[in-house]
């Protein structure tokens, strides 16, 4: 193993990094959504944003990784450093420096690596998005891009975190600010749609709790002719009014069918759509993902798209057990991240007595007790269990119990819909 070479300018490297106060700080759904898109789009089991300090490598924020720091003489983010480019390890078993790595050796057993050095604001690279996978690989010139464009979303709230810390300071001095947060979410909420009873088939149940923070979460169901229900979910990054106004807008748009050129029934072409409106260099720099289906009630069909959103959760059939539930994933970007993305539909038959959950991904990301965070997966056994929640408050009474208390760290937004 040839140990990561240690730059000439590490002392001011190392200074740039402390400066940024972000050492051994909780994760934050800034950086993880990140590394969630990475490693979604990248299929690899492996994602993380590494910091470089002087004798370890510590994680910001990771997918398939149980630790949280290494030693910096074993990382691979430390060569990542020296290069302006990523880089790109086909088969680290192949590669002298890092053949008899322990992180190759052993657990989590890297074959494959790629890593783009991230830098601080005033230009110093202070450590690396990486993606990595158990088996042999290559990366196209499309994904790589891709590694880059998400690299520079990274720094991009690596140069907020002041930014952040000082809006956070100052919200907790001024209780205006927090009223003047609650009525906001108080508007947000009377935009919401009243729920249904089995209208036209379908029947509808939601429960919409805001955090201690002003988010973007936001959804919406109409009938978009006789025989088409659209319904949809929407979470813009951040929180404060700017999230918000960026949610209300997007809903508006889809509410009021103000898309030019765009077929409604077409998940796909929607999402493209919103896309094109939403570039998130026009919108401060926020992007939102968003799950968007219709359901045909004479074909029973359910079309559906999602732009980086967490799957809907579907319990086919009026005897569905938990075994039965299917997750609706579609891929595709965040809306408003990259220029150009493409977006797929997908769909599935729905039979009669079947129940839908759509969600955001403050449902489920909760610290637990123990420290530890609440899973997707853990939220699907809940809401498959039989005879399992009968009404979306429930699952927030849960949630609350979960984390040991009423209050949330990011918006709670849950849809359910029983389609007869």
């Known amino acids: 193993m040839i140990s990561a070479p240690i730059p000439a300018n590490d002392a001011e490297r190392l200074e740039s990094l402390q400066a940024l106060q972000i050492l051994d700080t909780p994760p934050e759904e800034r950086f993880d959504r990140i590394v969630r898109l990475l490693g979604l789009v990248m299929n690899a089991p492996i994602a993380y944003i590494s910091l470089v300090d002087a004798e370890r490598q510590w994680f910001k924020s990771s997918s398939g990784l149980e630790a949280t720091e290494t030693p910096r003489k074993i990382s691979f983010c430390g060569h990542a450093l020296l290069s302006d480019g990523p880089l790109i390890i086909p088969d680290a078993r192949e590669d002298p420096r890092f053949a008899d790595n322990p992180m190759v050796l052993g657990d989590p057993f890297i074959r494959f690596y790629a890593g783009q050095a991230i830098s601080a604001p005033d230009g110093q690279k202070v450590g ?22 998400l690299a520079r979303l990274v720094e991009r709230e690596l140069g907020l975190a002041e930014v952040v810390q000082l809006q956070k300071e100052l919200l907790a001095s001024q209780n205006y600010v927090l009223n003047e947060l609650s009525q906001a979410a108080r508007y947000i909420q009377s935009l919401l749609p009243a729920p249904l009873d089995e209208a036209m088939q379908i029947s ?22 006789p025989d088409h229900f659209v319904f949809y979910l929407l979470d813009v990054s951040g929180h404060g009014v700017g999230a918000s106004l960026l949610s209300i807008s997007v809903a508006n748009a889809l509410r009021g069918r103000s898309l030019p050129d765009t077929d409604f029934r077409d998940p796909a072409s929607v999402l493209t759509r919103l896309n094109q409106v939403f570039p998130m260099e026009r919108q401060d720099d926020k992007y939102f993902t968003i ?108 949630i609350q119990e979960v984390g040991g208390s009423p209050s949330l760290a990011d918006d709670f937004s849950l849809l359910s819909l029983h389609i007869q």
């Open 128 to 149: 690396t998005l990486c993606v990595a996978d158990r088996i042999p690989r290559q990366l196209d010139q499309g994904q790589i891009r891709i590694l880059k464009d």
């Open 204 to 225: 509808s149940r939601w429960t919409f709790y805001p955090s201690s923070q002003l988010g973007g979460d936001c959804f919406g169901y109409d009938w978009l002719d």
């Open 291 to 398: 799950w968007y289906g219709v359901f045909n009630r004479q074909t029973r069909t359910l079309t559906y798209a999602s732009g980086g959103h967490p799957p809907a959760l579907l319990l086919p059939g009026l005897t569905a057990q938990a075994s039965d539930s299917v997750e609706l994933e579609a891929g595709g970007f965040a809306i408003g991240m990259i220029d150009g993305a493409q977006f797929e539909s997908g769909s599935v038959e729905i039979p009669p007595g079947s129940r839908l959950h759509l969600f955001s991904d403050g449902v489920y990301e909760v610290k637990k007790a123990d420290g530890t965070m609440m899973s997707r997966s853990e939220l699907r056994g809940f809401l498959a269990s039989v005879p399992g929640p009968q009404h979306p408050d429930e699952v927030l009474r849960h």
